[in-house]
Protein backbone atom coordinates (compact mmCIF):
# COMPACT_ATOMS: atom_id res chain seq x y z
CA UNK A 1 0.00 0.00 0.00
CA UNK A 2 1.81 3.19 -1.16
CA UNK A 3 1.31 6.33 1.27
CA UNK A 4 2.23 9.09 -1.38
CA UNK A 5 -0.23 11.48 -1.29
CA UNK A 6 -1.46 10.84 1.88
CA UNK A 7 -0.60 13.16 5.08
CA UNK A 8 1.20 11.60 8.01
CA UNK A 9 0.44 14.10 10.38
CA UNK A 10 -1.84 13.11 13.28
CA UNK A 11 -4.94 14.71 14.35
CA UNK A 12 -5.69 14.57 17.68
CA UNK A 13 -8.75 16.40 17.81
CA UNK A 14 -7.75 19.41 20.39
CA UNK A 15 -7.45 22.73 20.33
CA UNK A 16 -4.57 25.08 19.90
CA UNK A 17 -3.93 27.99 22.56
CA UNK A 18 -4.91 30.59 20.34
CA UNK A 19 -7.76 28.66 19.89
CA UNK A 20 -8.81 28.63 23.39
CA UNK A 21 -7.98 32.19 23.76
CA UNK A 22 -9.97 33.62 21.22
CA UNK A 23 -13.30 31.95 22.64
CA UNK A 24 -12.23 32.98 26.17
CA UNK A 25 -12.01 37.24 24.44
CA UNK A 26 -15.27 36.43 23.00
CA UNK A 27 -16.86 34.80 26.20
CA UNK A 28 -15.74 38.13 28.35
CA UNK A 29 -17.18 40.52 25.60
CA UNK A 30 -20.01 39.02 25.81
CA UNK A 31 -20.23 38.83 29.43
CA UNK A 32 -19.53 42.59 29.02
CA UNK A 33 -22.47 43.26 26.47
CA UNK A 34 -25.54 40.75 28.69
CA UNK A 35 -24.39 42.03 32.25
CA UNK A 36 -24.30 45.79 31.65
CA UNK A 37 -26.65 46.27 34.16
CA UNK A 38 -25.63 45.05 38.04
CA UNK A 39 -28.73 45.87 40.38
CA UNK A 40 -27.80 45.44 43.84
CA UNK A 41 -30.46 46.90 45.06
CA UNK A 42 -32.13 44.12 46.78
CA UNK A 43 -32.35 43.98 50.39
CA UNK A 44 -29.81 44.92 52.91
CA UNK A 45 -26.50 43.75 53.05
CA UNK A 46 -25.02 46.88 54.40
CA UNK A 47 -21.21 47.76 53.65
CA UNK A 48 -20.47 44.08 52.80
CA UNK A 49 -23.00 44.20 50.28
CA UNK A 50 -21.50 47.43 48.67
CA UNK A 51 -17.99 46.44 49.08
CA UNK A 52 -18.73 43.32 46.76
CA UNK A 53 -20.49 45.37 44.36
CA UNK A 54 -18.00 48.56 44.11
CA UNK A 55 -15.13 45.32 43.86
CA UNK A 56 -17.42 43.60 40.70
CA UNK A 57 -17.47 47.05 39.43
CA UNK A 58 -14.02 47.61 39.58
CA UNK A 59 -13.11 44.11 37.96
CA UNK A 60 -15.61 44.81 35.43
CA UNK A 61 -13.83 48.01 34.33
CA UNK A 62 -10.44 46.41 34.11
CA UNK A 63 -11.79 44.29 32.15
CA UNK A 64 -13.40 46.19 29.47
CA UNK A 65 -10.22 48.26 29.74
CA UNK A 66 -8.24 45.28 28.79
CA UNK A 67 -10.39 43.92 26.12
CA UNK A 68 -10.65 47.40 24.13
CA UNK A 69 -7.05 48.21 25.04
CA UNK A 70 -8.99 51.51 26.16
CA UNK A 71 -9.34 53.68 29.55
CA UNK A 72 -12.79 53.12 31.92
CA UNK A 73 -14.15 56.04 33.48
CA UNK A 74 -16.13 55.22 36.33
CA UNK A 75 -18.71 58.33 37.49
CA UNK A 76 -19.96 58.11 41.06
CA UNK A 77 -23.05 59.69 41.64
CA UNK A 78 -25.16 59.88 44.53
CA UNK A 79 -26.78 56.32 44.26
CA UNK A 80 -25.00 54.57 41.70
CA UNK A 81 -21.82 54.26 39.14
CA UNK A 82 -21.74 54.55 35.91
CA UNK A 83 -19.43 53.43 33.70
CA UNK A 84 -17.81 55.79 30.57
CA UNK A 85 -16.91 53.90 28.06
CA UNK A 86 -18.18 50.21 29.79
CA UNK A 87 -21.64 50.84 29.35
CA UNK A 88 -22.58 49.80 32.72
CA UNK A 89 -24.16 50.83 35.82
CA UNK A 90 -24.12 49.72 39.22
CA UNK A 91 -27.23 50.46 41.36
CA UNK A 92 -25.79 50.53 45.27
CA UNK A 93 -28.54 48.97 47.70
CA UNK A 94 -31.39 51.53 48.84
CA UNK A 95 -29.84 51.74 52.03
CA UNK A 96 -26.21 53.26 50.13
CA UNK A 97 -25.58 56.95 49.39
CA UNK A 98 -22.06 57.77 47.71
CA UNK A 99 -20.53 60.92 49.23
CA UNK A 100 -16.86 61.55 47.79
CA UNK A 101 -13.71 60.29 46.27
CA UNK A 102 -10.70 61.28 48.54
CA UNK A 103 -7.73 60.77 46.10
CA UNK A 104 -3.77 60.45 47.60
CA UNK A 105 -1.39 62.97 47.19
CA UNK A 106 -1.03 67.10 48.09
CA UNK A 107 -4.13 68.36 49.89
CA UNK A 108 -6.27 64.75 48.62
CA UNK A 109 -8.36 66.88 46.13
CA UNK A 110 -11.78 65.07 45.82
CA UNK A 111 -13.74 64.29 42.91
CA UNK A 112 -16.63 61.88 41.57
CA UNK A 113 -14.62 59.64 38.99
CA UNK A 114 -11.95 56.96 38.94
CA UNK A 115 -9.79 56.26 36.01
CA UNK A 116 -9.46 52.60 34.80
CA UNK A 117 -6.48 51.74 32.59
CA UNK A 118 -5.33 48.05 31.23
CA UNK A 119 -3.61 47.78 34.08
CA UNK A 120 -6.16 48.84 36.53
CA UNK A 121 -7.16 52.02 38.84
CA UNK A 122 -4.58 54.71 38.08
CA UNK A 123 -4.18 56.18 41.85
CA UNK A 124 -5.33 55.16 44.89
CA UNK A 125 -7.98 56.33 46.50
CA UNK A 126 -10.67 56.35 49.31
CA UNK A 127 -14.53 56.05 48.64
CA UNK A 128 -17.20 57.43 51.21
CA UNK A 129 -20.11 55.90 50.59
CA UNK A 130 -23.09 56.24 53.75
CA UNK A 131 -24.58 53.49 54.37
CA UNK A 132 -27.82 53.09 56.96
CA UNK A 133 -26.39 56.58 57.96
CA UNK A 134 -22.65 55.37 58.88
CA UNK A 135 -20.61 56.88 56.78
CA UNK A 136 -17.93 54.12 55.52
CA UNK A 137 -14.44 54.90 53.76
CA UNK A 138 -13.62 52.41 51.56
CA UNK A 139 -9.24 52.01 50.30
CA UNK A 140 -9.00 51.56 46.83
CA UNK A 141 -5.54 50.84 45.74
CA UNK A 142 -3.95 50.42 42.11
CA UNK A 143 -1.77 47.65 43.83
CA UNK A 144 -3.56 45.59 45.80
CA UNK A 145 -6.88 44.18 44.52
CA UNK A 146 -8.25 44.02 47.59
CA UNK A 147 -10.88 46.75 49.13
CA UNK A 148 -10.00 47.71 52.56
CA UNK A 149 -13.12 49.56 54.64
CA UNK A 150 -13.19 51.38 57.84
CA UNK A 151 -16.16 53.09 59.70
CA UNK A 152 -16.34 57.20 59.52
CA UNK A 153 -14.04 59.50 57.23
CA UNK A 154 -10.62 58.23 57.79
CA UNK A 155 -8.13 59.31 55.85
CA UNK A 156 -4.70 57.16 53.80
CA UNK A 157 -2.84 57.24 56.94
CA UNK A 158 -5.99 55.22 59.09
CA UNK A 159 -5.41 52.26 56.29
CA UNK A 160 -1.52 51.82 56.66
CA UNK A 161 -2.36 50.01 60.23
Same mark, same amino acid.
Given at each position: ???????????????????????????AVV??? @???? #???????????????? /???????? &??????????? !???? &???? @????? *???????? =???????? @???? =? *????????? #?? &???????? #???? =?????????? @??? /? !?????? &?????HFT????
Amino acid at each position: MSTAGRSTRHHNGGFTLFELLVVIAILAVVAGL @VVPQ #IDMSGDGGGIESVVRS /VRGALDQG &RTHAKLTRSDV !IMEF &RLES @VRFTG *GEGELVFP =ESARFREI @VFAG =E *GDRTGKELL #ID &RRGITSAA #ILRI =EVDEKLYSLF @VSP /V !IRELEY &REGAVHFTDFAE
